[in-house]
């Protein structure tokens, strides 16, 4: 057995390890030696394929069942019968700067402060955090990170129900006609390649669901927030999918698809995603930052831009740009 059927195996067996190792790895052992003779197994066959630890590779699994759990099955879009599949390929496209222009989190607060779901001081940290981003074309870490947290506070205690129908109404008004022609362009050639396509984007699971929904992508993995009893906790589930966190949910969506990473590609925007684009086969940096651009030239990676951001800041300045960022109806004054 390949470390990749092991993994497979074992992924889609964690409730029932006994069965797994006594029908399928080895002979029956006592429950304790089970489990840390399979938990070693399967650490050595994720290190190998993904190299990431297996509390890591565990992290992931959660993310990519939380997203099918929130989806309801494991595709929003079924493959058009008439092209034929290209199995074992796909293609993870990062959303904020990659698929859609600015931050998808703003877009959505705005929307929510629009609708008096959250107050405009709720929203002021990550309003803040996107125009140190859009001003110095480098993303931080710890800001996403920290947004994403913010957000589970947003929606703590409310439905589950609501909030998608908030996301939709949201992303037909605002978010969008922000998309990217060339990047949609690309997913669609993927598409009509018979190929898979995944929004993978630390943004909340349900604002990614509904984007890749309208855009006729098939599926999509987002942050996903503990639901109990139809509503939310305000607690993480998985990863937060940003930076490592998308590295370790495309491992496990690629051993529960059969997904050969090296007939795969990978499109972002930031260097924070280069554990996602190191690890497919083609990396492509669309609308890079400075040091993503940087990293894409030494690896020779493709590069793409389909902004016009720079000349906007060069035309009008920067008081300007913060006013058209973070006003309520300014995001349009820079879209292209």
């Known amino acids: ?86 199995i074992g ?13 600015g931050s998808s989190m703003v ?32 993303e931080n870490a710890k800001d996403v990170a920290r947004g994403r947290v913010q957000a589970l506070e947003f929606i703590k205690g409310h439905s589950v129900a609501e909030m998608v129908r908030l996301c939709e109404e949201i992303v037909d ?3 969008a006609d922000r998309a990217y022609r060339g990047t949609r362009d690309l997913a669609r050639l993927h598409l009509e390649a018979g190929q898979q396509v995944w929004l993978v984007t ?4 349900q604002v990614a669901q509904v984007l890749a929904r309208k855009f006729g992508f098939t599926g999509a993995l987002g942050t996903v927030a ?23 949910a495309v491992a496990a969506l690629a051993t529960i698809e059969g997904l050969d990473l090296e007939r795969c590609t990978a499109y972002s925007d930031s260097v924070n995603d280069v554990p996602m684009l190191s690890m497919v086969g083609t990396a492509v940096a669309i609308n890079p930052d400075s040091k993503l651009r940087r990293m894409a030239a030494e690896r020779g990676w493709l590069v793409r831009d389909y902004r016009s951001l720079r000349r906007a800041v060069r035309t009008f300045g920067l008081p300007a740009l913060g006013t058209a960022l973070f006003s309520l109806g300014g995001w349009r004054i820079l879209r292209r």
Do not use: C
């Open 1 to 86: 057995m390949s470390p990749r059927e092991f993994l497979e195996n074992w992924t889609a067996s964690r409730g029932g390890l006994r069965h797994f190792f006594e029908n399928l790895a080895f002979a029956p052992l006592g429950e304790a030696p089970q489990r840390t003779a399979g938990h070693a197994a399967a650490a050595e066959a994720v290190r190998e394929l993904f190299d990431i630890d297996l509390d890591s590779y565990h992290a992931g699994v959660d993310s990519v069942d939380g997203s099918f759990a929130s989806a309801g099955g494991r595709e929003l879009t079924a493959p058009d019968p008439n092209i034929p599949l290209d």
């Open 89 to 101: 390929a796909a293609a993870f496209f990062d959303v904020d700067n990659t698929l859609i222009q």
């Open 107 to 138: 877009v959505f607060a705005l929307g929510l402060a629009r609708r008096k779901f959250i107050t405009l001081s709720d929203i002021a940290p990550i309003a803040w955090k996107q125009l140190k981003f859009r001003i110095s074309g480098n």
């Open 173 to 175: 008004e605002t978010m």
């Open 202 to 205: 630390a943004t909340p699971v």
């Open 226 to 248: 503990e639901v109990k009893d139809g509503k939310f906790t305000g607690r993480l589930v998985g990863d937060i999918l940003h930076g490592p966190g998308k590295k370790h």
